[in-house]
Nanobody
């Protein structure tokens, strides 16, 4: 059974870089055809797909973040990490990591972390 757990600071200041880590158990982030995804939900709004790192280490990002986003991985720790630069209060929300088992983006988000709330405030 695949489990994912988000971790990182719950508070960030404007202009800082937000860094969140997802720790995966029960499956390898290098396993074929798995894509490791970050999704967020601002208060009162819907889910927003942010980006993904695939089993070969390739990345794809939503253009909505205007080059502020980076996703990386540490295969020795079975973790992948989100960095979001130059954050503003509009970046406040619940951040989720999830597994996508489809090569079509968002096609099969079958395992999710429980999410972590990040508040951007001075």
């Amino acid at each position: 059974q695949v489990q994912l757990q988000e971790s990182g600071p719950g508070l960030a200041k404007p202009s800082e870089t937000l860094s969140l880590t997802c720790t995966v158990s029960g499956g390898s982030i290098t396993a074929n055809w798995n894509y490791w995804t970050w999704i967020r939900q601002p208060p009162g709004k819907g889910l927003e797909w942010m980006g993904v790192i695939g089993f070969r280490g390739h990345t794809y990002y939503s253009p909505s973040f205007k080059s502020r986003i980076s996703i990386s991985r540490d295969t020795s720790k079975n973790q992948f990490t989100l960095q979001l630069r130059s954050v503003t209060p509009e970046d406040t929300g619940v951040y989720y990591c999830a597994r996508d088992s489809s090569s079509i983006v968002g096609g099969t988000l079958d395992y999710w972390g429980k999410g972590t709330l990040v508040t951007v405030s001075s």
